[in-house]
C-alpha cells in the first residue's frame, strides 16, 4: 500500500494527465527493456509466466521484485487468474503478439496492454469474455519519432514501425468492434517521459482519428472501469472523489490542450507542479 501511495504522488509530480494513473500498471513492459524500469515503488507483486516462454535472464531480473511463477499449461495459468480475482485483484498482460493475447484473454484476463497485433479472432473473444484493450501508441511513436539518431538500436526501431502498421489497423478494428479501450503509454520506453501522457490522447484523435470526447472517456471512466474504481473515480460525479485538472481550452476542440495542463486537484486539494519541458513530445 506504501507503494501505491508513493506512484500516485508520482505520477501527479510528474503531471500525468487527466487520471490516467488509473491505468492497469504495466508491470511487465520491462521484459523488453531489462534494467531500465525500476518497479521497487509499486508495492507487492507477482509474476505469473508461461513456461519457457521467457530467458532466465528475464526471470533473474523480476524475481527482484517480487515472486514469479512459472505455469505449465493454460490451465494453470486461468487457476491462477482465477485466484487473483476470488482476492478482488485485477489482472493484466504483457502481450504484443496474437498467440499471447490468445493465452491470455482464454484465461480470463481483465486487461491486455499493447496488443500489438491482435486480429479478429483475439477481439471477437474479447467481446465475449469483457476484455479491455491498453494499446500504448506512445511506445511505438515515440520510438519511430527519435529513431537511429536518437541512439535507439536499428532493429528496435525497425519493429516499432512493423508493429505500429499491425496496431493501427487492430486497434481500429477494435474500437469499432466495442472492445472497452483505455489509455496507458508504456512510460519508460525510449524517449517516452511519464509526464506525456497526452501525447496518448493525441494519437488517438489525430492518428487514429477516434472522437475526442469518446478518447477522454477512455482515458477517465473507462479506465476507472477496468480497475474497478469507478465507484469512486474516474468522472466528476456527486459523491466521487474531486480528481479533475484545469485547462486552458476545451480539449474536445483541441486535443493538445492536455499538454497544457494549468492546475491539477487531488481529492479538491491543489496539487503543487514543478515545471516541465514538454518540448520532446511534440
Known sequence: MKGLKYQLKSVLRDKFCLMTFLLPILVAVALNFMGSIDLSSLGELHFGVLENDLSPQTITWLERYGPVTAYRTQEELTAAIAEAHRAGKKTATHAHGKAGIRTAVLAGIDSVEHGSYIDDECIDLMLERGTALCPTLATHYFTCKFGVEAGIAPWKVEKGKRAAEAQHIGLEKAWKAGVPVTIGTDAGT??????????????????????PMDTLAAGTIQSAKVCGVEEWTGSITPGKHADFIVLGENPVKNIRTLGQVERVYKDGALVSLPPIDQSSTL
Open 190 to 211: 525510449p524517449y517516452n517521459p511519464h509526464w506525456g501522457t497526452f501525447m496518448e490522447f493525441v494519437l488517438f484523435v489525430e492518428d487514429m482519428g477516434f472522437d
